[in-house]
């Protein structure tokens, strides 16, 4: 064994301790992303788990072209109110207002308490009304009551 394999040897053993050296940061940091992402998941999945509502009744005043939905959080999750959506026969309505057991500008909606949609220039009665929460989880309703 000459001076040749040595050097050969010396210069292989360097390769793969650079080799090593970048690759080691670039496995742990996407070992770290996948711990995350599956913490994230565990935690959007014990929301949901914890979150239910309840659609009390939705009314339709035809004289005055407005449907107001009532619906209780029976869940232990504190929802938010900008990322409750209503939908009238499967079309998202974004010109609503709302208000938490009476107060408007409420951000959150506590559990036990109910959230009042009032949605205006409603031309008729709805078929179907659907409220789906932030988490996921959706109540929906074809009985839509009318009141004059």
């Known amino acids: 064994m ?11 053993f360097i390769g793969v301790l ?13 070992a770290e992303a996948h711990t995350e ?17 309840s659609l009390e009744n ?19 999750t504190t929802l ?3 990322e ?7 079309v998202i ?6 208000t938490v057991d009476g107060v408007s500008d409420r951000a959150l909606w506590l559990p036990g308490e109910t959230l009042t949609v009032v949605v205006d220039d409603v031309s008729e ?4 009304v659907h409220v789906v929460t932030g988490p996921g989880v959706r109540v929906s309703t074809t009985d839509v009551g009318e009141e004059s």
């Open 58 to 76: 939705s009314t339709y005043n035809e004289s005055a072209q407005t449907l107001s939905v009532n619906v209780t959080n029976t869940g232990t």
């Open 125 to 128: 009665a709805p078929d179907r």
């Open 84 to 90: 409750t959506d209503l939908l009238l026969d499967g």
């Open 80 to 82: 938010r109110v900008d």
């Open 18 to 30: 650079l080799s090593f050296g970048f690759l080691y940061p670039v496995v742990e940091e996407t």
């Open 37 to 53: 992402a599956f913490d994230d998941r565990d935690d959007r999945s014990l929301a949901q788990r914890n979150t239910d509502i």
């Open 93 to 98: 309505e974004t010109d609503s207002e709302t």
């Open 2 to 12: 000459g001076f040749s394999t040595s050097a050969a040897a010396t210069i292989i």
